[in-house]
């Protein structure tokens, strides 16, 4: 007996057949483009921003040099006679990491460290990002001489500075805006941090002082050297690898073959009857509906986020300074305007400023920083004897 299929149900096979060859042809498309440049210093990476020129240069120069692709838990217990490379991290480190590193230099090694967020992962972090950053690459002159500094000027932009807290804490280049290029020792071991990695990138390693300063600042052959990956992409969750290969698109197929299979074969059984409207008579419906979000968004740090962007607009309202100023000056304002002193306010508002970036945040850390913005931000609008801001 032939198969009969009523209008509704041919209409729906061809649009079925449709779709699905509009997804055979978009994968197709996708799997052949070619790999974009990652804006980090890979040593997988030939664009201008990897940095797979240096690391092949470092091997053929008889360095013994290695990816590292596993969690600094896995690092040497011994770290004399090595160099870790953190090339600007992409990922932020949680606190058993950061111990690791730690523990590390401790027991000798050496860490290279590059960019803003390189610094989280340092024992000591004294980072901070300026709010303009450097367009074009510069001739940056030595601050000291020193064995860092020894092949002369370098040439890069800087993203961001580091502020001098201890006078163990050497600078080898400045700019006007600030360190870019310090060190100072830990334990057994060193820290050098650089504020930007174009001197060690494809494009930025032939320029003039640059192949100097990444030679000087991972130490001679005799070191061992791991270059970090893990922070850039070895973390990632099994679906998040998935999403890197066409394997996507096979899932994406199945899944629209499922959903046009219920929606072809399903049949409604019972009457129609109108959904219940609740009514809106709360007056706290909005916070509700605002924690619902954040609780199915299951990322903690958005309500820090909202909080923090409160809290910055109404402080700077008060103080009469830019929305873009640093956390640094906001707590020094604070202080010498309307004498606010708290002893965990500026470590406090470093956190909340870095919230957005922490994929690990706990609801605990969330909720204490939360609190902590709002009790500041009560004490510091009394001390100016105005209600209007409270609400």
């Known amino acids: 007996m032939p198969l ?10 061809i649009i079925f057949t449709a779709t699905v060859a509009v997804f055979i042809l978009a994968a197709m498309g996708f799997s052949s483009e070619k ?3 990652p804006l980090y ?22 360095y013994s040099v290695e990816r590292w692709y596993e969690s600094p838990e896995e690092l040497p217990t011994d770290g004399s006679g090595s160099t870790l490379i953190l090339a600007n991290p992409t990922l932020f480190p949680n606190n058993t990491e950061k111990q690791a590193i730690s523990r590390y230099l401790q027991k000798g090694g050496r860490v290279l460290a590059i960019g803003s967020v390189a610094g989280n992962l340092l024992p000591v ?11 074009e690459a510069q001739s940056i002159p030595p601050a000291m001489p020193s064995s860092i500094t020894r092949g002369g000027p370098f040439k890069s932009r800087w993203e961001s500075k580091w502020v001098v807290t201890s006078p163990d804490q050497m600078v080898h280049y400045a700019t006007a805006d600030g360190p870019v290029v310090i060190s100072y020792r830990y334990g057994q071991g060193e820290v050098i941090w650089w504020s930007a990695s174009e001197p060690l990138t494809n494009a930025g390693i032939t320029e003039s002082g640059n192949l100097d300063l990444s030679l000087n600042s991972i130490g001679d052959r005799s070191k061992r050297v791991y270059w970090d990956e893990y922070f850039h992409s070895s973390r990632k969750s099994l679906w998040s ?6 394997l ?28 219940k409207e609740r009514p809106r008579l709360s007056s706290l419906e909005f916070i509700e509906t605002l924690g619902g979000l954040y609780k199915r968004s299951r990322s903690p740090r958005f309500a820090v986020e909202v909080a923090w962007d409160r809290f910055r ?10 929305l873009d100023a640093s956390v640094e000056l906001i707590a020094k304002l604070c202080r010498e305007r309307l004498r606010f002193e708290d002893e965990d306010f500026l470590a406090t508002l470093r956190d909340c400023e870095a919230a957005g970036y922490d994929q690990d945040m706990t609801d605990a850390k969330a909720l204490h920083l939360t609190q902590k913005l709002a009790e500041y931000q009560e004490k510091l609008i009394a001390f100016t004897g105005s209600k209007t801001e409270r609400h």
């Open 41 to 62: 210093p890979s040593t997988t990476s030939t664009h201008s921003h990897g940095a797979k020129g240096t690391y092949l240069m470092l091997k053929e120069s008889g």
């Open 35 to 37: 790999d974009q440049d």
């Open 4 to 13: 009969t299929l009523t209008r509704e149900e041919k209409r729906a096979a």
């Open 125 to 135: 972090d004294e980072v901070t990002t300026l709010t303009v950053r450097q367009p």
């Open 248 to 275: 996507k698109w096979l899932f994406a197929q199945l899944a629209l073959f499922l959903g046009l299979a219920m929606i072809t074969y399903s049949r409604r059984s019972g009457p129609q009857r109108p959904l």
């Open 313 to 322: 607009t109404v402080v700077m309202r008060r103080l009469g300074i830019r």
């Open 241 to 246: 690898r998935v999403a890197d290969t066409p």
